[in-house]
T-cell receptor, first 114, second 111 residues
């Protein structure tokens, strides 16, 4: 029973390029969450999605960041025109239900902006 | 003030010791409480999930929630070197889905 899958595991981008991070939730889970972890900091919530819907994007920066969870395929977190401050570990989590449910995390994508 | 406070450590204990990890929170709307273990450069792994006040035990791990004092704890009995990791507490309300995390406590269990 595969867990949450994320790819790529490591991503290097130059300033100004686009970064695309992918997340496939656990089988049977329809709720996906994205979190960001900066060095020496805890995990910070970014966005919560269900299939084809953004439910809560209160933690997402207003510019350059977007997320989607299409009817078919993985959830994608997209960062346009990356800057050095975007360098972090990005984790995806999934749950079978929504509010208050247990969230299971993937291995993360480590983004380095040079 | 952060919504969830957690001592970053590091906390170093000898093998076999009982470990106590703690968090405090400020938002009385938080109802669900979780503990995650994160090894270096890995994703967080869910250890314990509790609702409301009380204790929950799972093997060597016991999670304790005291909502009256807004205090949550994780106890690890008979600690092993493989328990060396960062432990993150997390919480959420019954209506929101996002988890609010503490910054994590780094634990080192020595031989």
């Amino acid at each position: 029973n595969a867990g949450v899958m994320q790819n790529p595991r490591h991503l290097v981008r130059r300033r100004g390029q686009e970064a695309r991070l992918r997340c496939s939730p656990m089988k049977g889970h329809s709720h996906v969450y994205w979190y960001r972890q900066l060095p020496e900091e805890g995990l910070k919530f970014m966005v919560y999605l269900q299939k084809e819907n953004i439910i809560d994007e209160s933690g997402m920066p207003k510019e350059r960041f977007s997320a989607e969870f299409p009817k078919e395929g993985p959830s994608i977190l997209r960062i346009q025109q990356v800057v050095r401050g975007d360098s972090a570990a990005y984790f995806c989590a999934s749950s079978p239900l929504g509010a208050g449910d247990e969230q299971y995390f993937g291995p993360g994508t480590r983004l380095t902006v040079t | 003030q952060k919504e969830v406070e957690q001592d970053p450590g590091p906390l170093s204990v000898p093998e076999g010791a009982i470990v106590s990890l703690n968090c405090t929170y400020s938002n009385s709307a938080f109802q669900y409480f979780m503990w995650y273990r994160q090894y270096s450069r890995k994703g967080p792994e869910l250890l314990m999930y509790t609702y409301s006040s009380g204790n929950k035990e799972d093997g060597r791990f016991t999670a304790q929630v005291d909502k009256s004092s807004k205090y949550i704890s994780l106890f690890i009995r008979d600690s092993q070197p493989s328990d060396s990791a960062t432990y993150l507490c997390a919480t959420t309300t019954g209506t929101a889905s996002k988890l609010t995390f503490g910054t994590g406590t780094r634990l080192q269990v020595t031989l």
